[in-house]
Nanobody, 126 residues
Framework: QLQASGGGLVEPGGSLRLSCTAS????????IGWFRQVPGQGREGVSC????????YSTDSVNGRFTISRDDSKNVVYLQMNSLKTTDTAIYHC?????????????????????WGQGTQVTVSS
């Protein structure tokens, strides 16, 4: 089971750290991705990290503001979000993909991620 947490209400320019935790499978064998979705819109890939942690990707709109990392000893992937904008408002989900098949240096596709957790709401507003 995957679980995203850490969302909340923050003012523009603020920061949040999301956590994705898991149980029931061997964490270190999977790429992990963060996606976000605004009601009525499609799902967007935000950032991902490979099973080894050696490869990461972030979409252009968050590059330089969001940082993804993983701690396999705790079965957790973090998404540190800084300089938040109102356009970052969405429900954020984490998902897993088989090692080497989900996160690429050139991008990520939700079709490669086969197991999804419940999301956490991030609202950026003054």
């Amino acid at each position: 089971q995957l679980q995203a947490s850490g969302g909340g209400l923050v003012e523009p320019g603020g920061s949040l750290r999301l956590s994705c935790t898991a149980s029931g499978f061997t964490w270190r064998y999977y790429d992990i991705g963060w996606f976000r979705q605004v009601p009525g819109q499609g799902r967007e890939g935000v950032s991902c990290i490979s099973f080894s942690g050696g490869s990461t990707y972030s979409t252009d709109s968050v590059n330089g503001r969001f940082t993804i990392s993983r701690d396999d000893s705790k079965n957790v992937v973090y998404l540190q979000m800084n300089s938040l904008k109102t356009t970052d408002t969405a429900i954020y989900h984490c998902a897993r993909a088989d090692s080497g098949h989900g996160c690429h240096s050139w991008g990520m596709s939700e079709n490669d991620f086969d197991y999804w957790g419940q999301g956490t709401q991030v609202t950026v507003s003054s």
